[in-house]
T-cell receptor, first 111, second 114 residues
Framework: ETGVTQTPRHLVMGMTNKKSLKCEQH?????MYWYKQSAKKPLELMFV???????ENNSVPSRFSPECPNSSHLFLHLHTLQPEDSALYLC??????????FGSGTQLSVL | GENVEQHPSTLSVQEGDSAVIKCTYS??????FPWYKQELGKRPQLIID?????GEKKDQRIAVTLNKTAKHFSLHITETQPEDSAVYFC?????????????FGKGTHLIIQP
């Protein structure tokens, strides 16, 4: 374990559902990230939080809504997703300007 | 923004031989270049990184070289072993890895043939 825990590991949802992904880091880091990993594509940065403040939003559709209540927890709220949103969603954390540590990811399937 | 190209997409080598994976980046201001290894069904894990003030870094069988002028960097694995089979990702960052996240290449699937 690298100290970054994601739940759930697998999620299947319909296009009208609302669900949330959770990430928790136990490393004392002050930056947290959401990445999307699709087949045949690079890891795509979605959101960055530094000291609980969102500093990056890479043109992500509004059906993805992040929440960072404190430096240890990060959520990704999902609403009315599309089948093309099916992917592995990876959370990561770091000290600002230092190495990223990834969680194991949530494998999301949208039906 | 930054764009990272990675080649090849698949690399098959005989066990014991060397493997080289190459990446190019577009933003000359990028200053941090990590490499991640992702085994099937597992998380990406950092295996080595290099900053722009260094041209080469080694860690046992793994080395990374950086050519800032040409804007490319490479991963070298010597004496490859079956456990080296995985997908390898290069990345580049403007801020040393953290604040703005990393821009990743598409990955190289390394296959070690016994």
């Amino acid at each position: 374990e690298t100290g970054v825990t994601q739940t759930p590991r697998h999620l299947v949802m319909g296009m009208t559902n609302k669900k949330s992904l959770k990430c928790e880091q136990h490393l004392g880091h002050n930056a947290m990230y959401w990445y999307k990993q699709s087949a045949k594509k690079p890891l795509e940065l979605m959101f960055v939080y530094n000291f609980k403040e969102q500093t990056e939003n890479n043109s992500v559709p509004s059906r993805f809504s992040p929440e960072c209540p404190n430096s240890s927890h990060l959520f990704l709220h999902l609403h009315t997703l599309q089948p093309e949103d099916s992917a592995l969603y990876l959370c990561a954390s770091s000290q600002v300007n230092e190495k990223l540590f990834f969680g194991s990811g949530t494998q999301l399937s949208v039906l | 923004g930054e764009n990272v190209e990675q080649h090849p997409s698949t690399l098959s080598v005989q066990e014991g031989d060397s493997a080289v994976i190459k990446c190019t980046y577009s933003d000359s201001a990028s200053n941090y270049f990590p490499w991640y290894k992702q085994e099937l069904g597992k998380r990406p894990q950092l295996i080595i990184d290099i900053r722009s003030n260094v041209g080469e870094k080694k860690d046992q069988r793994i080395a990374v070289t950086l050519n800032k002028t040409a804007k490319h960097f490479s991963l070298h694995i010597t004496e490859t072993q079956p456990e080296d089979s995985a997908v390898y990702f290069c990345a580049a960052s403007l801020s040393g890895g953290g604040a703005d996240g990393l821009t990743f290449g598409k990955g190289t699937h390394l296959i070690i043939q016994p």
